[in-house]
Structures are given as structure tokens and as C-alpha cells.
């Protein structure tokens, strides 16, 4: 009778291990699968053209508005490479050069506090894009955002320069559409010297998937300077 008790609780303890055990391996593949289906968005693998087009990008907007962790995603590799290593402002500014395979950008992320944005004009020579980085979880900076693009691009040297406006943070709670911030914006007496698109990106901080830096980089590489 001891001998049967005994039996039975040993099955039972193996029917458990081996349930415990099947369920994890279950949850194991779930995450494997996740993970390898996750749409992050990365450059990797990118198709070389033998002589890619060169073009200076300017990243512009006030400050946190999401220029530097925007900048950190144009590289090659896949997710969290060094997006999140930069958490201070940016004090002066940064340029880097990446060869993406079709295209090789020359990337000037310049600070945005106010005391930055006087030398702005000094950047502004040259440049094929100008990115303009709007955190779109913060409704009460618009105006300032605004009234910053406007100085910019009545600025006579930036004239013809097409302006990528992006929308960032969308992955918050409640952020404004990149189509809401296009018209928070007001640009439509600029679109006569400028080509103006608007996109919206998320990069969120440690988890989950970035969306929009795809667009972005296709954005970028299809705008062209309209000829005054
Ligand atoms: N959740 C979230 N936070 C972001 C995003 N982009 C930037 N941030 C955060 O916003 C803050 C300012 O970003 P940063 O790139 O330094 O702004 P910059 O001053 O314009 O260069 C930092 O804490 C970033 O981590 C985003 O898409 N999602
Ligand atoms: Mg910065």
C-alpha cells in the first residue's frame, strides 16, 4: 500500500516537472518568436550602390525635443545599439557621417536650448534637409517650436531647403498626429520656396519596437532642394 502511495506521488511529481518544464519551453519559443517577428525598425544588411549620393542633414527644434536619440538611430545594427546611451542635452552639437549603403548622410545635430539657437544660422550653409524635431507629448512648447521654424525659414539661406518635420514620441500616451503638428506649424506660406512633409517616429527608451526610421531615412533621401 506504501509502496503504491509512493508510486503515485512520484508520477505525479514527474507529470508536473515535465508539464512545468513544456510550458516553459512553450513560453521560450513565444518569445524567440516575438522578438524575431518584431517590426523594429534598423539599417542592416543594406544594399551598397558604388557611389552612394552624399547629403548634409540638419536636425533642428528645441531642446528634448528628440534630435539626438532621432540622430542615434541612423545606424547600422540592429535595436538598442547606442540609441540609449546619450540621455544628456546636447552642448554645442554633433556631426556624424554614416554610410548607409544607397546613401551616405553627414548628420548635424545641433543643440537647441536658447543660448544654441543663435549659431543656428551659422549651420545653415550647404544643407540638402533640415529635420525639424517636434516632441509631439508636449502640446505647450508648440508655439515656441513654431515660432523657431518660422525665424529659420525665412532665414534667406535656407531658402529652397526641404524640411522633414517630425513628430516624435509617439509611443506616449496621447501625442499630437504628425498631421496635427503640420498644422500647428503653419507653414503653408513657406511651401511656395520649401517641400514640407511631416512624419511621426517612436524610439522608445527600452522596450518595445521603433517605428519611423525607415520613413525618415526614405524621406530624407527623396527630397530635393526646389529651385527659386
Ligand atoms: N518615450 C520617448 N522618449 C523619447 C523619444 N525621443 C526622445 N525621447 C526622450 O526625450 C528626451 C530628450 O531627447 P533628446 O534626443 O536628448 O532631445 P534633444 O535635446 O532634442 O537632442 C530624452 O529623455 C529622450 O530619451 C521617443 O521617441 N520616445
Ligand atoms: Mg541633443
New binding site residues.
Given amino acids: 500500500m506504501a509502496t503504491e502511495l509512493k508510486e503515485t506521488v512520484s508520477k505525479t511529481t514527474i507529470c508536473f516537472i515535465a508539464g512545468f518544464a513544456t510550458a516553459a519551453a512553450a513560453y521560450g519559443c513565444y518569445k524567440l518568436y516575438k522578438h524575431l517577428a518584431s517590426e523594429d525598425e534598423y539599417f542592416e544588411n543594406v544594399h551598397h550602390s558604388k557611389d552612394p549620393p552624399n547629403k548634409r542633414i540638419l536636425v533642428l ?10 540622430v542615434n538611430c541612423f545606424r547600422r545594427g540592429r535595436r538598442y545599439s547606442d540609441v540609449n546611451l ?2 544628456e ?2 552642448v554645442g552639437f554633433n556631426v556624424r557621417t554614416i554610410n548607409l549603403g544607397t546613401a551616405i548622410f553627414d548628420i548635424w ?1 545641433v ?2 536650448s536658447e543660448s544654441c539657437r543663435k549659431y543656428w544660422k551659422e549651420f545653415i550653409r550647404d544643407i540638402d534637409v533640415i529635420v525639424w ?1 517636434v ?1 509631439a507629448s508636449n502640446p505647450v512648447r508648440l508655439p515656441e517650436s513654431r515660432q523657431n521654424l518660422h525665424i529659420l525659414l525665412e532665414d534667406r539661406k535656407t531658402r529652397g531647403v526641404p524640411v522633414l518635420i517630425v513628430a ?5 500616451t496621447n501625442p499630437m498626429t504628425p498631421e496635427e503638428i503640420l498644422e500647428e506649424m503653419r507653414i503653408e506660406r513657406f511651401r511656395s520656396t520649401h517641400e514640407i512633409e511631416a512624419i511621426g ?5 527600452w522596450h518595445g519596437e521603433r517605428k519611423g526610421i525607415n520613413a525618415a531615412f526614405r524621406h530624407i533621401s527623396c527630397m530635393r532642394p526646389k529651385a527659386n
Avoid: N, S, V, Y
Fill in positions: 527644434g528645441l531642446d528634448g525635443a528628440g534630435k539626438t536619440r532621432f546619450c540621455m542635452p546636447t545635430d543643440g537647441g524635431t516632441d516624435t514620441k509617439q509611443d506616449t517616429t517612436r524610439i522608445p527608451l
